[in-house]
């Protein structure tokens, strides 16, 4: 079970709430690290998240069926929201977010814990993992979207833990194989390791072991290559938001790998 992933989730929802609440008019507005969406926006998929679990709003007729894309669905669930006032968005996020925290416990609890759950656009997951895949959502946002040096915010954010970033790289690493298909099995021509230093400490080597088949991540050493990076930047890099070069030292013959690295693109 991945227990340590509730803890993860509620610590960054309450950071969250902390930052909104105390965001000025311009800093609601300003561009996020997500392409196309506002500070507001970036708050508005997290609250929208939240309710989606427990009472969602319905989608306009123009609007269905939603995208088969992952992220072209979240854009659909920021759209209805964008005209809403700050004051509607943070209390969605807080209502919301708060019993979705109360209700994830369950999750880890047989016969639910392994239960598998297919996401829509990202695979098939044990149930247990929903709380990683949270924690994942939350920091990212917070840390690399809303937060400078990636975000617009200039606020002092506590670093995250060791247990709260591995839960993070553990949903990463569970949805590396699954989330782009064939693009990325054909980028990897050789095993690569990720070894990741700083809190969420942790190794990781990705290997295609059927030249026809997808990929495999398991969390060893071995690979032809190696990349070392913060787990911190691996949130940054591993979903593309910024270049794997510059935030990664390397090992071995590193061309082997490039191209798998270039297309990776977690989300």
């Known amino acids: ?26 800093e609601w507005i300003a561009p996020s690290a997500c392409a196309g969406w506002r500070v507001r926006d970036v708050v508005a998929h997290i609250g929208a998240g939240a309710r989606n679990l427990i009472d969602p ?16 669905e979240h854009d ?54 929903v709380a990683n895949g949270l924690a994942f959502d939350c920091f990212c946002h917070l840390y690399h979207d809303i937060a400078a040096p990636g975000g617009p915010v200039q606020r002092e954010l506590p670093p995250p833990s060791h247990e709260e970033l591995y839960p993070v790289v553990q949903w990463m690493m569970w949805g590396l194989p699954q989330m782009q ?57 591993g979903t593309a938001r910024t270049p794997w070069r510059s935030a990664c030292e390397t090992e071995g013959d590193i061309a082997l790998v490039s191209g798998f690295l270039s297309t990776l693109n977690i989300v």
């Open 181 to 237: 298909g064939p693009e990325l099995d054909e980028s990897l021509i050789a095993p690569v390791t990720i070894r990741l230093t700083g809190p969420g400490e942790s190794t990781w080597t990705v290997r295609r072991p059927d030249p026809d088949g997808g990929l495999v991540v398991e969390e060893t050493d071995g690979g032809d290559a190696a990349v070392v990076s913060t787990a911190f930047d691996f949130v940054s890099w």
């Open 57 to 72: 709003l319905p989608v306009p007729d123009e609007r269905l069926p939603l995208p088969s894309v992952r992220e072209r």
């Open 76 to 129: 659909v669930h920021v759209d209805i929201r964008r005209g809403w006032p700050i004051a509607d968005v943070l209390e969605e996020l807080d209502v919301y977010g708060a019993q979705r925290l109360a209700r994830l416990g369950a999750l880890q609890e047989e016969p639910l814990a392994s239960a598998p759950l297919e996401v829509p656009g990202l695979g098939t997951y044990p149930m247990h993992a």
């Open 1 to 26: 079970m991945t227990v340590e992933a509730l803890a993860a989730h509620e610590a960054f929802h309450h950071r969250i709430m902390e930052v909104a609440r105390a965001l000025s008019e311009p």
